[in-house]
């Protein structure tokens, strides 16, 4: 399979490193290797493949033709404050420690509680839910090239709303967009009639690695 997947957005450019899950036509949901680690991680607090999956994202990051270009990592804000551990921000300060590139905790902020967004489908909904939910709280990365950083892409709207904010209030100069997984292109997998080019493609691919 593909080494990354493109995702795209009001950024620059975007990729998701891995899939979080695979559906092979016939067989249950399975997660990928990293998806599996990021679950154990968000899940179960297994802070044993923290430091595996940040090596996995500092070594991608050192290969984008950008990476000598950023000036900051900048973490999704967390949806759960009261949460003891912080998977996102954790691996950003890891990331950071591998690159060389600082994370700025605390530039981006979310000001607005919303409802879980893995519960909402509606994509126009979630960007309207999300709307003014974020702050930022210093100037410090104004004009500056950013990689905005998130564990897991859905329907992109919350980065989407964290591009916004960087560019319309932090006067960012460019952000680019980089998650860990990303979850399955479709909501349905079967290839049917209408069913996107793209999900046919991958599960071709998926139905190989059974053979």
């Not at 795209?8 to 067989?27: C, D, E, F, H, K």
């Not at 839910?129 to 897991?152: A, H, Q």
């Amino acid at each position: 399979m593909r080494s990354f997947y493109m995702l795209y957005g009001n950024w620059v450019a975007g990729a998701a490193i891995s899939l979080y899950t695979i559906r092979y036509p016939g067989y249950p949901e399975v997660y990928t290797k990293l998806g599996k680690m990021l679950y154990e991680l968000k899940y179960n607090n297994s802070i044993s493949t923290l430091d595996y999956i940040a090596q996995v994202i500092a070594s991608f990051v050192k290969r984008l033709k950008v990476y000598k270009e950023l000036d900051a990592i900048v973490p999704v804000p967390p949806s759960k404050l009261n949460r003891e551990f912080q998977p996102v921000t954790e691996l950003a300060k890891r990331v950071s420690n591998y690159t060389g590139v600082p994370t700025e905790l605390g530039y981006l902020v979310k000001v607005k509680e919303t409802p879980e967004m893995k519960r909402i489908k509606d994509p126009l909904k979630k960007m309207t839910i999300l709307r003014d939910s974020y702050r930022i709280l210093t100037n410090s990365l104004e004009g500056k090239t950013v990689l905005l950083f998130d564990d897991l892409y859905k329907s992109g709207a919350t980065l989407k709303a964290c591009t916004d904010t960087l560019l319309s209030e932090g006067k960012v100069g460019r952000v680019y967009v980089l998650t860990l997984v990303k979850t399955w292109p479709c909501s349905n997998f079967e290839i049917k009639k209408g069913h996107c080019e793209r999900c046919r493609r991958i599960l071709e691919r998926c139905q190989k690695l059974q053979k």
